[in-house]
């Protein structure tokens, strides 16, 4: 990986010339599935520079299928950021890492690039060159978005020298600007930031779309369900005789358990009614697949991605929400499908049962008290559930 700079001018000089242009901004070839850098294009146009350098570690690259190691201030950003991309993937196919998090990851180390250039040596970043990014590309987003690219900067470069590997001679030092910064006070207080729908929005929705999506918005207000939950939500995670979901947070891994009201029961099952064949066998455990066969919410390609390009992530439930949004006018605030898991959170807390709230979300209850809960009851889950019920359902609730 490389800087993010689209090429105009470089060309392979010869038919059998071993390495091509990069639309990252570098020479490239890839070996043994991992996509390896040599060197910007923008300086070497006739890959002259890079071929000397293919052709010195031609034999560690095709043995090891990855550059040889640079030491003593030899490691340059792009380097580092190969490392650790190769690193990170290797976790997403062993199941230890979400595609989510590897594509935090991913567009973290753009934004270094961005910054620094892919050539740059890593032992030549200071204090100076952190604060320079952090006003550059970090300041003056949310801080909940800024402690995120700061976590992932301070990972990037504690990879270049920790305990188990030394590719740099010490840590780097990286400034006051990279401390974790704590919300305003102002803040800290429950607000409406436009991204929690009211009851009468969703019984709008639900009165307009089809049963697939009437299925997953309830999910969503019922079991506090995001975009890739629904996507992923496999039959074996699903009890409709009993009532329940055992579906796992596909972003963390974390335990989830929730009851299922009668209106979420009722629209799964004619959904998975009018199901579609899905277009790939690997699919066919999910409840959910669109009117083409396809899961709702996927990435790019893995061969695409392990070439070095883009790790974009598509929804097609972001998009038909946000059509039947349209229909109804809810153009204004920030409403999304996601925006349902914010109303659960903040309806249900008042359930005053937060650590159930908790489990049912999939989140951990900080303190102490998680490593020894080993259990919670499910008359608690369904007492945040009926909460929920009464304040979307009010009418229905009364005469239950």
């Given amino acids: 990986m490389a800087q993010s700079i689209k090429l105009q001018s470089a060309k392979k000089p010869r038919a059998d010339f071993p390495l091509f242009p990069h639309a990252n901004g570098h020479w490239a070839k890839k070996v043994k599935g991992r996509m390896l850098y040599f060197g910007p294009a923008a300086s070497d146009p006739h890959g002259d520079e890079a071929l000397t350098v293919w052709l010195t570690e031609k034999d560690y690259c095709l043995l090891h ?3 040889p190691p640079k030491y003593s201030g ?4 792009a380097d580092l950021i190969d490392r650790l991309l190769n690193f990170k993937r290797l976790a997403v196919e062993n199941k ?14 753009n934004m270094v690039l961005k910054q620094f250039g892919g050539t740059r040596s890593v032992e030549s970043l200071g204090p100076d060159d952190f604060d320079a990014l952090f006003r550059a590309q970090i300041s003056g987003k949310a801080v909940n978005t800024r402690n995120q690219y700061i976590t992932y900067i301070r990972g990037l470069f504690r990879f270049a020298h920790n305990e188990y590997q030394r590719y740099i001679a010490a840590p780097l030092m990286l400034g006051q600007s990279f401390r974790l910064a704590k919300q305003p006070r102002t803040a800290r207080g429950i607000k409406n930031t436009g991204k929690v729908f009211s009851a009468q929005q969703i019984q709008k929705l639900l009165g307009i779309v089809h049963w697939r999506l009437k299925a997953m918005i309830l999910l969503g207000i019922n079991c506090g369900f995001g975009n890739n939950d629904c996507a992923t939500l496999t039959f074996d995670a699903l009890d409709l005789i009993g009532g329940w979901h055992n579906h796992s947070r596909p972003k963390t891994g974390m335990a989830r358990r929730c009851p299922l009201w009668p209106e979420t029961i009722t629209a799964i099952q004619r959904a998975i009614k009018t199901r579609r064949e899905p277009r790939d066998p690997a699919h066919k455990s999910l409840v959910f697949l669109t009117r083409h066969g396809a899961p709702y919410c996927r990435f790019t390609d893995t061969d695409r991605a392990n070439a070095g390009g883009a790790v974009e992530w598509y929804s097609s439930l972001g998009i038909i929400m946000r059509r039947a949004l ?3 006018d ?3 605030g920030k409403l999304s499908f996601y925006g349902l898991r914010h109303s659960f959170e903040t309806v249900a807390g008042n359930s005053k049962d937060q650590i159930a709230v908790d ?3 999939g989140h951990v209850t900080p303190g102490m ?8 009851d499910d008359e608690r889950l369904l007492a945040v559930v009926n909460h929920v019920h009464n304040w979307l359902f009010p009418a229905s609730s009364a005469n239950s």
Avoid at 74 to 77: F, M, R, W, Y
Avoid at 369 to 376: D, F, K, N, P, Q
């Fill in 65 to 67: 299928g990855s550059r």
């Fill in 74 to 77: 030899g490691l340059t950003i």
């Fill in 96 to 109: 230890e890492l979400s595609p989510l998090t590897f594509r935090a990851w991913y567009k973290t180390c």
């Fill in 326 to 328: 349209d229909r109804l």
């Fill in 330 to 332: 809810m153009k204004a």
């Fill in 359 to 361: 489990l049912i979300m």
């Fill in 369 to 376: 008290g998680t490593s020894y809960r080993h259990e919670i």
